[in-house]
């Protein structure tokens, strides 16, 4: 005969005689009634498991984004501030031809000249590029715009609407050295 109704009604436990113990009528193994445990917690498993997969989702999230944040925020740079620097031998840079250095915050380049050495700013004021030294035509030249400097930074033509910033430079013993002009 198939059973109706609660398993634990009164009725059914009335029905079991004095011999229905109190565990059998709703109470916890540790003799504590149900309503008497913890009090303004609720511990429901469907709400329980909904923040361990709340939590787990939420240091998914945290772990994915922040290395694409990283990456999309570049790091500050500590660019030192110096009026001189040593930045390379001289040997680095032969005759006819030039180099770029960095130095401070610019990149500068460096022109043998048949042993006479200058130096000037290697970023073109017209829209940011690196130049570089043509020997053939003895000038400086942008390959961006086509734009172009004298040996000292001066504008020979171009779109560039500024010269590039002269800066001293001088050998010391094997050392180039770069300063502020």
Not at 83 to 105: C, D, H, L, Q, R
Request: net charge positive; proline share 7%.
């Amino acid at each position: 005969m198939a059973q109706q109704g609660n398993f634990k009604s009164p009725a059914r436990m009335g029905g079991l005689g004095e011999s229905a113990s109190a565990s059998s009528s709703g109470a916890v193994s540790g003799g504590k009634p149900r309503e008497d445990g913890l009090k303004g917690v609720n511990f429901e498993r469907r709400s329980f498991l909904g923040k361990v997969v709340g939590g787990v989702g939420a240091a998914v999230a945290v772990s994915t984004l922040y290395p694409v944040v990283k990456y999309i925020i570049p790091p500050v740079k500590e660019v030192t501030n110096v009026n001189e620097m040593v930045v390379g031998k001289a040997s680095e840079v032969p005759e006819n031809t030039g180099k770029i250095y960095p130095f401070n915050a610019d990149k500068v380049i460096v022109i043998n000249d048949n042993g006479k050495l200058t130096a000037c700013s290697a970023v073109c004021t017209h829209l940011g590029c690196l130049v570089r030294w043509e020997d053939k035509d003895n000038l400086i030249f942008c390959p961006c715009h086509g734009a172009k400097y004298q040996q000292t930074g001066e504008i020979i033509s171009g779109p560039q609407p500024l010269p590039l910033t002269p800066y001293a430079v001088r050998v010391e013993g094997d050392d180039l050295v770069i300063s502020k002009a």
